[in-house]
């Protein structure tokens, strides 16, 4: 089980990380469709682990209380 403060700091660090390789997939492509296919691709990827994160803070979070 990953304590809330853990899974927080990864959401952050995997969310920078996609930001950063996003914003140089719309600077370097050239073809602009092929880089909001890209985009969108990537969000879709960065969506998985965000969310098992979100739920692993969540559990984390209750398993706390009691």
Do not use: C, H
């Amino acid at each position: 089980m990953m304590s809330v403060r853990k899974a927080g700091m990864w959401n952050v660090l995997i969310s920078i990380g996609f930001a950063l390789v996003i914003t140089l997939l719309g600077i370097t492509l050239s073809d602009k469709q092929f880089a909001i296919t890209a985009m969108m691709v990537l969000l879709g990827i960065w969506l998985v682990p965000f969310a098992w994160l979100s739920r692993q803070a969540q559990v984390g979070e209750r398993s706390d209380q009691y």
